[in-house]
T-cell receptor, first 111, second 117 residues
């Protein structure tokens, strides 16, 4: 699986959009970008994934650059409940299903 | 409600006393996995199972055993726990399995915090 680089921490005001970047410059053609989050010692929670097109679901949007070397997870209206560690994971289709979590970005949403 | 459950949620035990952490999922998923999470080391996979009676080692299997006799259950067994197995443990399941998969997500349980004295 390709290596990912994320900022260690970010702050966001409640109600504003939180934009979490991820660099995956060595991504290969069959690898997807996944985002998970972990709220203080709870089990990680899947958020969204994508291959090359932008994706949106009820939780977030995922913007992947045209060269696929980086992506941004967008939480459009962050709330205090979105305070968590966010993990960007790149993995290939059809390989063993282990998820390799890096250190992630600690997002602090404040009033 | 679709979910992965783990029991117990918290456990304090002593070195050498065998214990089992149960994991159950109600989503008919083929794939199940155990992870441990330690400060500074992130989540590491212990064992995984692609289907009933099919299990394999992850990155840190030493000191652990698993079994997969039925699709919904995947217990983690510590035959002789040691203090270095003090950790936060997560079970996860996914529709991935022998049929392969593309972009399915993994569902994680709430975690079991284990302390071995």
């Amino acid at each position: 699986d390709a290596k990912t680089t994320q900022p260690t921490s970010m702050d966001c005001a409640e109600g504003r959009a939180a934009n979490l970047p991820c660099n995956h410059s060595t991504i290969s053609g069959n690898e997807y970008v996944y985002w998970y989050r972990q709220i203080h010692s709870q089990g990680p929670q899947y958020i969204i994934h994508g291959l090359k097109n932008n994706e949106t679901n009820e939780m977030a949007s995922l913007i992947i650059t045209e060269d696929r070397k980086s992506s941004t997870l967008i939480l459009p209206h962050a709330t205090l409940r979105d305070t968590a560690v966010y993990y960007c994971i790149v993995r290939a289709v059809g390989t063993a299903s282990k998820l390799t979590f890096g250190t992630g970005t600690r997002l602090q949403v404040t009033l | 409600e679709a979910q992965v459950t783990q029991n117990p949620r918290y456990l304090i035990t002593v070195t050498g006393k065998k214990l089992t952490v149960t994991c159950s999922q109600n989503m008919n998923h083929e794939y199940m996995s155990w992870y441990r999470q330690d400060p500074g080391l992130g989540l590491r996979q212990i064992y995984y199972s692609m289907n009933v009676e099919v299990t394999d080692k992850g990155d840190v299997p030493e000191g652990y055993k698993v079994s997969r006799k039925e699709k919904r259950n995947f217990p983690l067994i510590l035959e002789s726990p040691s203090p270095n197995q003090t950790s936060l443990y997560f079970c996860a399941s996914s529709p991935w399995g022998l049929a392969g998969g593309s972009y399915n997500e993994q569902f994680f349980g709430p975690g079991t915090r284990l302390t071995v004295l």
